[in-house]
């Protein structure tokens, strides 16, 4: 059984930074391309970056570039979320996505294999 599993979300003031962490089991790690995702409240879900099975390649949306990095560490099935300089507007619930298909770090809602069950973020102005 495949599981994804979220940690180091919390409450910090702006400005703040945290690290997200995703631990996989159930899968080949290597063979996933992996994302985060986002969802605040009323909103739609939204793609915040991704990175390529090799860690070589990572890609971030525009909300965050800058500001966030993605590392993967293939031996330990792990993948994060450094968050620096964090805004209100930071503030949702963050998915970690797993995708097989594909060959770039855009990862589509869509077409994600597997989901992780959340981590709240909340950043206080």
């Known amino acids: 059984q495949v599981q994804l599993v979220e940690s180091g979300g919390g409450l910090v003031q702006a400005g703040g930074s945290l690290r997200l962490s995703c631990a996989s089991s159930?899968?080949?790690?290597?063979?996933?391309?992996m994302g985060w995702f986002r969802q605040a409240p009323g909103k739609e879900r939204e793609f915040v970056g991704g990175?390529?099975?090799?860690?070589?390649?990572?890609y971030f949306s525009d909300s965050v570039k800058g500001r966030f990095t993605i590392s993967r560490d293939n031996a330990r099935d792990m993948v994060y979320l450094q968050m620096n300089n964090l805004k209100p507007e930071d503030t949702a619930v963050y998915y970690c996505a797993a995708d097989f298909r594909g060959t770039t770090a855009v990862l589509n809602p869509r077409e994600v294999d597997y989901w992780g069950q959340g981590t709240q973020v909340t950043v206080s102005s």
């Open positions: 990175i390529s099975r090799s860690g070589g390649s990572t």
């Open positions: 159930g899968l080949t790690f290597s063979n996933y391309r």
